[in-house]
């Protein structure tokens, strides 16, 4: 079974040379820790940046470089800030080619609720729609159940929805996962966990194909 850094270091083997990826809330931003370092990629965040490298080591933080969720970032060289408008005209415009976003709930169709929990408060969904709206290629990362044991992925959401058919992969603390018409293709099982516990954890239709190798997580 995955932690969220392993979660982040098995997304981190789709970002491919050249890219530039938008890195959501959550477990999102660890990727940019874990890219390979014979690649070039370039990561936006919603709030103004793009070139936004690993988390900075402890003391050396510089409060005015954040990314949209507040935290503490570094700038590679090269990095440019600007406006909302600008990093919005980037995201609508379909120039950011891969979106990593957490989420709470993801549909067996590609659905995706990642924004609102009725009852309570939340500062607002931010840049999710947006981003869900205009990427080609979303990938999801997420735990595969809720705390209190309950799948997360499901054959319809039922809180808000922040997209629809829009995942492509999910990556779980079990499992790899591709989103196709008849339900979630099992790609690749978390070290020490089977089938038999991805299947269990998983309300939607899960399609297993074969004998389903462990992922490689270096």
């Not at 820790?33 to 050396?60: A, K, T, W």
């Not at 995201?91 to 989420?103: P, S, Y």
């Not at 929990?117 to 809720?146: C, F, Q, R, W, Y």
């Not at 018409?181 to 020490?192: H, I, T």
């Amino acid at each position: 079974m995955l932690d969220k850094n392993g979660i982040a270091k098995r997304i981190a083997q789709e970002v491919e040379d050249g890219f530039y990826v938008n890195l959501g809330i959550g477990i999102p931003t660890l990727v940019a820790n874990y890219v390979r370092d014979n690649i070039s990629v370039e990561f936006q965040s919603e709030n103004g940046i793009l070139g936004m490298g690993p988390f900075p080591i402890d003391g050396e933080e510089d409060a005015d470089l954040i990314n949209a969720g507040k935290q503490t970032i570094t700038a590679l060289p090269g990095a440019s800030f600007f406006d909302s408008a600008t990093s919005f005209g980037m995201i609508r415009g379909k120039h950011v080619e891969l979106t990593i976003l957490g989420a709470m709930e993801v549909a067996q169709n590609g659905d995706i609720a990642n924004w609102k929990i009725p009852g309570k408060m939340v500062k607002g969904m931010g840049g999710a729609m947006d981003l869900v709206a205009s990427a080609e290629n979303i990938i999801v990362a997420m735990m595969h159940t809720n705390r209190a044991g309950e799948s997360k992925l499901l054959k319809q959401c039922t809180l808000p929805l922040t997209g629809v058919g829009c995942v492509k992969k999910i990556v779980t603390n079990l499992a790899v996962l591709e989103v196709t018409e008849d339900g979630f293709l099992l790609l690749e099982r978390a070290p020490g966990v089977s089938v038999d516990d991805i299947r269990e954890a998983t309300e939607g239709v899960l399609i297993v194909k074969g004998n389903v190798p462990e992922m490689s997580i270096q």
